[in-house]
């Protein structure tokens, strides 16, 4: 029987989904719109998403997972399963291969419960396998891990930075930071509501991140829709780079040391290798604008972007999956 296998990024923002002999066949929002008391799910991704801050109170918007950890394995579960139902066609699938990204930096505990997602749900599968996700990056990025003497990948993601140092075919030393792309949602919402008595939701703070957030001083501004508190009526403010850039400009830094101080602490053999290669990043947040020559003036290293960060980790994976003796060197296997 001809097995079909898959890799499965299951990250803050977004999950995606690659499919043996296809490549990449979903990326969705992960948010599951859920109803009733037993949580039937009656949407998921982007159409979840739009729901949010608007729906009924009978219906709950939920973002299952939080800082790499699943928050709500129930929601995540409601989620998978309706998710995996329409790209499969099937409400259950059985003997298929999993193979599932997980943050280095969490417990082991933490990590078995992203295998529950699928063993837990209508998912029958043949063989989970749980891969840390800088190993996944690594082979995602083209390189090979066996024979590299330094690797450093900076995982910008939507709540956490991931740094991580491998080296000979593992990981030698990885560290989570709690920043990311919502975080600066939050500084924006909050800054909004102390400074200007202007009440914005998540969805606009999340625009006026993308559109005008950086990590240097820029003349960028945009014209945000939202409350004014002290009226109780829509309106509409313009809010520009200069005001935001003093609230994050911390947070871009501390990331940017944490990293320097990462590679002085490794042994040199690893970390000459790092100055001739350079940096890697990686994930949705690495996008921000002029955070790679932060980074790069801060350590002394160059640093290397990639076309599509966010696809990374899950291109690994279908790499891994494709050479499944390769992925057995680095895979737990659940079942």
Not at 138 to 150: H, I, N, P, T
Not at 169 to 186: Q, S
């Amino acid at each position: 029987m001809a097995h079909k296998t898959y890799g499965i990024d299951f990250g803050t923002s977004t999950i995606k989904i690659y499919k043996k002999g296809q490549g990449i066949i979903l990326s969705e929002r992960n948010v599951v719109s859920t109803v009733g008391k037993e949580k039937r799910p009656i949407a998921i991704g982007e159409t979840a998403y739009e729901m949010y801050e608007k729906q009924p109170p009978s219906i709950h918007v939920s973002f299952p997972l939080h800082h790499g950890v699943i928050a709500h394995l129930q929601d995540m579960i409601a989620l998978w399963n309706f998710m995996n139902e329409n790209v499969t066609g099937k409400k259950k699938q059985k003997h298929q291969e999993y193979y599932i990204a997980v943050p280095a930096d969490i417990t082991e505990v933490e990590k078995q419960a992203y295998s529950q997602i699928v063993t837990d749900g209508n998912s029958k599968p043949r063989k989970v396998c749980l891969i840390d996700k800088p190993v996944a990056a690594v082979y995602g990025l083209g390189m090979d891990l066996e024979s590299a003497q330094g690797i450093c990948i900076v995982d910008l993601g939507a709540d956490t930075t991931e740094l991580t140092i491998l080296s000979q075919g593992g990981i030698v030393v990885t560290k989570l930071l709690p920043y990311g792309g919502n975080y600066f949602d939050n500084c924006i919402r909050d800054y909004m509501r102390k400074k200007h008595n202007f009440v914005i939701g998540n969805r606009t703070a999340e625009q006026i991140k993308r559109e005008i957030i950086s990590a240097e001083p820029s003349d960028k501004s945009y014209r945000a829709i939202g409350r004014n508190v002290l009226r109780g009526l829509p309106d509409e403010r313009e809010i520009h780079s200069q005001e935001i850039f003093p609230l994050v400009e911390n947070v871009f830094l501390q990331i940017a040391t944490s990293i320097q101080s990462v590679i002085e602490h490794i042994p040199p053999e690893i970390s000459t290798e790092i100055r001739q290669k350079g940096i890697y990043l990686i994930g949705g947040s690495s996008q921000i604008a002029g955070i790679d020559q932060l980074i790069q003036q801060t350590s002394g290293i160059r640093v290397n972007l990639v076309a599509k960060p966010q696809e990374t980790v899950v291109q690994g994976l279908g790499y891994l999956s494709e050479h499944p003796k390769l992925a057995a060197r680095y895979a737990v296997t659940i079942r």
